[in-house]
């Protein structure tokens, strides 16, 4: 079974722009969650989708944005970037709402000049 | 609010064994994990605690005391591909969609 993949896998953007990122979960997950990571602030939580749905939203503010399609691919968008923004976005999927275990993309890594 | 403390770097030598502690503070508790990152890859699952105990899997086992708010990995009888971040998190009642990660644990083996 094929893993979580994202895509594109780097991104290079300049501040004012606005990113796309695209996640594929795993086939048959239908929750999906994105990250961000910054050296300094780990791993944070940006949202969770289920069914289309917008479950979960971390503490972020709305230039991040998402949205999760009839066949659980999910997209991330940032708007107006900054150069804070510059981080690893992870993408995790699972099966279902109780199911404990996320499994993570590679990730995009995106720099902001 | 939700606090959770690693060390962020440790070394260790190859065939030893090494505990890496994570501690945390939140509310309405629901479950630990570790994964396992090596640098520029994805986070992959280590393991999951929800009972105070250990788990063994392999060279790596996981603990949890729920009362003390602690966890640890012990990883036995190190290789060099363990050299990687650790990272702990937790999951709550009211946001099990959500995991709340440490900072993370950086390891490096050295032979």
């Known amino acids: 079974k094929a893993g979580v993949t994202q895509t594109p896998r780097y991104l290079i953007k300049t501040r004012g722009q606005q990113v796309t990122l695209s996640c594929s979960p795993i086939?048959?997950?239908?929750?999906v969650s994105w990250y961000q990571q910054t050296p300094g602030q780990g791993l944070q939580f940006l949202f969770e989708y289920f069914s289309e749905t917008q479950r979960n939203k971390g503490n972020f503010p709305g230039r991040f944005s998402g949205r999760q399609f009839s066949n659980s691919r999910s997209e991330m968008n940032v708007s107006t970037l900054e150069l804070g923004d510059s981080a690893l976005y992870l993408c995790?999927?699972?099966?279902?709402?109780?199911?404990?275990?996320?499994?993570f993309g590679p990730g995009t890594r995106l720099l902001v000049l | 609010g939700q606090n959770i403390d690693q060390p962020t770097e440790m070394t260790a030598t190859e065939g030893a064994i090494v505990q890496i502690n994570c501690t945390y503070q939140?509310?309405?508790?629901?479950?630990l994990f570790w994964y396992q990152q090596h640098a520029g890859e994805a986070p992959t699952f280590l393991s999951y605690?929800?009972?105070?105990g250990l788990e063994e899997k392999g060279r790596f086992s996981s603990f949890l005391s729920r009362s003390k708010g602690y966890s640890y990995l012990l990883l036995k009888e190190l290789q060099m591909k363990d050299s990687a971040s650790y990272l702990c998190?937790?999951?709550?009642?009211?946001?099990?969609?959500?995991?709340?990660f440490g900072t993370g644990t950086r390891l490096q083996v050295f032979p």
């Open positions: 995790a999927s699972r099966m279902g709402a109780d199911e404990e275990t996320q499994y």
């Open positions: 086939s048959g997950h239908r929750s």
């Open positions: 605690n929800v009972l105070d």
């Open positions: 939140t509310s309405g508790f629901n479950g």
């Open positions: 998190a937790v999951r709550r009642l009211m946001d099990t969609d959500k995991l709340i």
